[in-house]
């Protein structure tokens, strides 16, 4: 990661966190409640959800500049979606190992070369959500492996050219906003040179 520009600093006072109480909890999520003081002053009734794993996301890009994608139905919708490998790594553990087990399990696949290449927050006005996301190269099956996705995931792939996957994201036919982020990532980088120049004219077409 590069370093941050002398203009992103905090300006004015911090939210202060109140009482807290837990008002729901699942293996995944708590969602709790607190009367929050906000940097203006104000009392603020506040709902969070907090998650309990990391969110960790994948860009398998293989030599000749292909990507491959993962579909499936998501609950929250009611609609299909087609997006990068990604998953939950459990606090605590290192999300490169959660990031390797992901592309493993939704695409039968690993890969020789691994790059930390984003850091973000996710709807970090109600949640604490974080994600973590990898540039994974070198790709090869993973010897006698089976897709072995949770038993909930109905998981199909796809390999398509990088560029015709970064123009879907952008027309809004990839809405995941991993993928999004990731795979605009991944073409500033091809652009700007910090991949090798073979893969990433590959990327580029």
């Keep these: 990661m590069t370093d941050k520009p002398a203009w992103l600093v905090a300006h004015g006072p911090p939210w202060t966190p109140g ?9 995944w999520i708590t969602v709790t409640e607190q009367t929050a003081i906000a940097p203006t002053g104000r009392p603020s009734p506040y709902g969070m959800v907090k998650f309990k794993n990391l969110a960790v996301a994948v860009l398998p890009i293989h030599d000749d500049g292909t990507v491959t994608l993962v579909g499936q139905h998501r609950f929250p919708f009611m ?7 990604e998953g939950g790594a459990p606090m605590g553990e290192d999300p490169l190992e959660g990031a390797k087990r992901e592309l493993a399990e939704e695409t039968g696949l690993m890969a020789a070369e691994w790059r930390e290449i984003l850091q973000a927050q996710l709807s970090n006005s ?8 990898y540039l994974a190269t070198g790709l090869s099956p993973v010897a ?3 897709h072995t996705a949770d038993e909930t995931e109905a998981i199909a792939l796809v390999r398509v050219p990088f560029h015709e996957a970064l123009e879907a994201a952008v027309a809004g036919h990839l809405p995941d906003m991993l993928t999004v ?5 991944g073409h500033h980088m091809a652009v700007k040179g910090s991949l090798p120049g073979a893969l990433a004219r590959a990327m580029l077409g």
């Design 19 to 27: 009482m807290e109480r837990q008002v729901f909890e699942t293996g």
């Design 181 to 185: 982020a990731m795979l605009l990532r």
């Design 126 to 133: 109600v949640t604490d959500e974080r994600m973590v996301g």
């Design 79 to 85: 609609a299909y979606s087609w997006e990068l490998p």
């Design 144 to 146: 006698g492996a089976e």
